[in-house]
């Protein structure tokens, strides 16, 4: 279920990678809402004109410069949503990258497993730990981070699953951040602040080559829900839509 929104008190998120895909559409979800999104993204251009699409379709959007991997980018962000909203209601981590192919652990470029980690896990850490100031000043703060199944270590030693290729790099870095989310999720027991993983499924977009089975509007939905999520929600769990994902 979500919360209703005032008009005098919108509530607040911030998406990063919100410029295109599965990112754009949780912002464009919550907007719809009644949500103030703050779209962030790298590219100037491809960022202003998710804002401006946004806009148009009557959400109350702002463009937030964002490089999960700079720590002077991520404090910059963090100060200009203080400086435009006060608070932060929700936030939302969908940045991300596969790291590229080849991905077979025998022969990877360690490089491109450190590329991946550092997107993927780091800068989730880091853009979350620079915006918490501003989620404890939510009455009911959320945070998501947009995982995926093939993650989950349950379904990758299950014979028959359905796993995605061989990829040293991209399914560990998914592993790592739904550790990372129960760590967070640990810490912050005592607060009101709610933090889950979301698997959007097997979306179109080009992180895969547009090879995906789903709509970015349906890979969106675990997150949306997970960030409106009523204060009795659950806090340091995995879902997709079809319910919660072993770890």
């Known amino acids: 279920m979500t919360e209703t929104n005032t008009v005098k008190h919108p509530k607040v998120a911030l998406v990063t990678g919100a410029n295109k895909g599965i990112g754009y559409e949780i912002a464009a979800g919550l907007g719809a809402l009644g949500w103030t999104v703050g779209v962030g993204a790298r590219d100037e251009e491809r960022r202003e004109a998710a804002v401006a699409k946004l806009r148009a379709a009557g959400a109350d959007a702002f463009g937030v410069p964002l490089d999960v991997t700079d720590d002077a980018s991520v404090t910059a962000a963090a100060r200009l ?67 995926s199944s093939v993650g989950s270590l349950t379904l990758q030693t299950t014979p028959g699953a359905e796993t995605g290729p061989i990829s040293v ?79």
Do not use: M
């Not at 981590?93 to 991905?103: C, D, E, L, V």
């Not at 340091?236 to 079809?242: K, L, P, Q, V, Y």
């Open 81 to 147: 949503v203080e400086e435009r909203t006060g608070r932060l209601d929700a936030l939302v981590n969908n940045a991300a990258i596969t790291g590229g192919h080849p991905q077979e652990p025998t022969t990877v470029d360690v490089d491109r497993v450190r590329a991946t980690v550092e997107t993927n896990v780091i800068g989730v850490i880091r853009v979350t730990n620079a915006l918490l100031p501003l989620l404890r000043r939510s009455p009911s703060p959320r945070i998501v981070n947009v995982s």
């Open 169 to 247: 790099a991209y399914s560990p870095s998914k592993t790592f951040l739904n550790a990372v989310t129960v760590q967070y999720a640990k810490e912050l027991a005592d607060t009101n602040i709610l933090i889950n993983a979301v698997c959007p499924g097997f979306t179109a977009t080009d992180l895969n080559g547009f090879r995906g089975t789903r709509t970015p509007q349906q890979g969106a939905t675990s997150a949306i829900r997970l960030a409106t999520v009523e204060d009795d929600g659950p806090t340091g769990r995995f879902f997709s839509d079809e319910g919660e994902i072993p770890w």
